[in-house]
């Protein structure tokens, strides 16, 4: 059955479909039991297209795929809908429906599975005739809609391999590809000959620099071990957050790096056992119990015909920058900054 009435919201008419359920009494008998609905639609609201689902899909595909975004290693197309999409509207906001899926995905610790399926779909949006605002989706946990294609083992090794094929580190590549191109435009780091050299450079960056070039010259002197495995642009989630936390404590508290160090300022440059080009580096600010220390080495960064490729890089750093009332108040005491900083 279809069904016309009056909806919830002025001049727009639902539409029900329903069908009628009845039971065998025996005898060749059958009795009414049920209605039960099937779809919801709201008249002169169209169903999304696929290219407004894609178009969400592509802002948040990490919403949308969910668990799976960090598992699946290709697409074989696009999310489709369904061959019965079965458009249901809980609300002139909100529709759910039916996408098609084929995918690789690992399988943790065993293989790479091929599967196609159905995904349950929902977009929501904050006005009846507005643009969809969120997606969400999770993949069918009826059997009938899912369909393993086909399976094949790998070992843990292969499988790391497959990690850096997952969509979610291939986008997060490209992404962190793109902002380093762009962050690269800022400013130029050089090849640095000495520890010396490359302390001077980012007390200068750290001064009177920004957060843009701070972050662009760490992402290019930091020590590999700082990235996910296989990237050179993304940081491991834990080294994110601590540099996000640095730039904030250098550029953007109520003490400022520049108000702690001088332009040249007391520092000493310490080599580890018998390592000519392992270093510690230790500046030294204007008060008590604060200091911003670097460990730098020459590190290998790949081959040329068998020859190691070496850098000068950041092993480990701590840059601090003290915000209790008593540092305030010592700068604050000076009437010059010469007085505080007399080398400058």
């Known amino acids: 059955m279809v069904i016309k009435r009056k909806s919830d919201y002025p001049g727009i008419n639902l539409i029900v479909y329903e069908d009628v359920v009845y039971q065998y009494t025996g005898g060749g008998g059958y009795s009414f039991w049920k209605v039960r609905v099937l ?9 999304p297209s696929l290219a407004d689902i894609t178009n969400m899909i592509n802002k948040d595909p ?58 349950n779909v929902q977009l929501y949006r904050d006005e009846p005739k507005g643009p969809w605002k969120t997606i969400f989706a999770t993949r069918s946990e009826d059997g009938t809609e899912n369909q393993v294609v086909s399976f094949k083992e790998y070992t843990p090794q292969q499988l790391a391999d497959f990690e850096k094929q997952t969509l979610q580190f291939t986008m997060d590549e490209q992404k962190g590809k793109q902002q380093a191109a762009e962050l690269a435009k800022i400013i130029t780091v050089p090849e640095f000959a000495n520890a010396d050299e490359m302390l001077r450079f980012l007390h200068d960056v750290l001064r009177n620099g920004n957060p843009d070039k701070l972050r662009a010259v760490m992402l290019q002197v930091m ?15 834990n080294e994110e957050r601590n540099l996000a936390d640095v730039i904030t404590a250098v550029y953007n508290n109520k003490v400022k790096y520049k108000d702690l160090y001088c332009a040249v300022p007391p520092y000493k440059v310490e080599r580890w056992g018998n390592s000519d080009t392992r270093k510690d580096i230790t500046i030294r600010s204007v008060v008590d119990n604060c200091n911003t220390l670097f460990t730098v080495d020459r590190v290998n960064i790949g081959y040329v015909e068998g020859v190691p490729v070496t850098r000068l890089v950041i092993l480990s750093y701590g840059i601090y920058v003290r915000q209790d009332q008593d540092a305030i108040n010592y700068i604050n005491s000076f009437s010059n900054r010469s007085k505080i900083c007399p080398n400058d």
């Open 39 to 47: 779809t919801n639609e709201y008249e002169g609201i169209p169903n």
């Open 62 to 119: 990490e919403k949308f795929y969910g668990y799976y975004y960090g598992l699946i290693t290709k697409l074989w197309h696009q999310p489709q809908l369904a061959d019965t999409p079965s458009f249901n509207w809980s609300s002139p906001k909100t529709v759910e429906f039916k996408m098609k899926m084929k995918y690789d995905y690992i399988v943790r610790l065993k293989g790479i599975e091929t599967v196609e399926c159905i995904w």
């Open 223 to 237: 020590a590999p071990g700082f990235f996910v495995e296989g990237s050179k642009v993304q940081l491991t989630p």
